[in-house]
């Protein structure tokens, strides 16, 4: 796969290493994502929350896969403070047109690495009275310290690699790419 896309082996000074995930094992695990929330949510309105940006291709193809009705918004944080160091506290840059009372609510997240962005934002939604929670996440790092709540659905656990494509960036590039590759 890597030969095919010799130009995007290197971006921003940044290289590839290997494929982790590809198209087709992404794939296969989507549509099982699919058929689990299908088959796990009650009657009653569901709202697929998206954390953008990194969750736009996943949220994309996993929707499609859902067979019942539900609604599609996003979310959009951002870390407070200065520094590279995450304060653990999330602004919301974005917040979802719709109202979250009463619904089903499904955080998908692309990846869960300390898991600081999707601590803060569970807090905060629990809020806003939803009448369930949960998150759905593409890769899980398992490497947080704390979780306020597990993912209830997970594609794939991760390597501690920094992981780029399907939606995930270093530094804003590769987020194109169909399948998941690690950074050198
Ligand atoms: P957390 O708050 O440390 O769990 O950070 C989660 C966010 O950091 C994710 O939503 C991603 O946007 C980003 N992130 C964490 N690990 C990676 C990675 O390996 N590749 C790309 N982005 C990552
Ligand atoms: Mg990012």
Known sequence: MLSETG?????GGQKLARVVFDAESIARRVRELGCEIT????????L???????????LSDLVRRIDRPLQVDFLVAASYGAGTMSS???RLLYDPETKLEGKH????????DTGKTLNRLIT???ERSPQSLEICALL???????LEQEAA???FDAPKAFLVGYGLDHAENFRHLPYIASLT
């Open 7 to 11: 130009s995007l082996r290197q971006t």
């Open 39 to 46: 088959e796990a949510y009650p009657e009653g309105e569901l």
């Open 48 to 58: 697929v929350l998206g954390l953008l940006k990194g969750s736009f291709i996943f």
């Open 88 to 90: 653990g506290s999330v």
């Open 105 to 112: 609510i499904l955080l998908v997240e692309d990846i869960i």
């Open 124 to 126: 905060l939604l629990r």
């Open 140 to 146: 899980h790092k398992h490497i947080a310290e704390h």
């Open 153 to 155: 659905f997970l594609g």
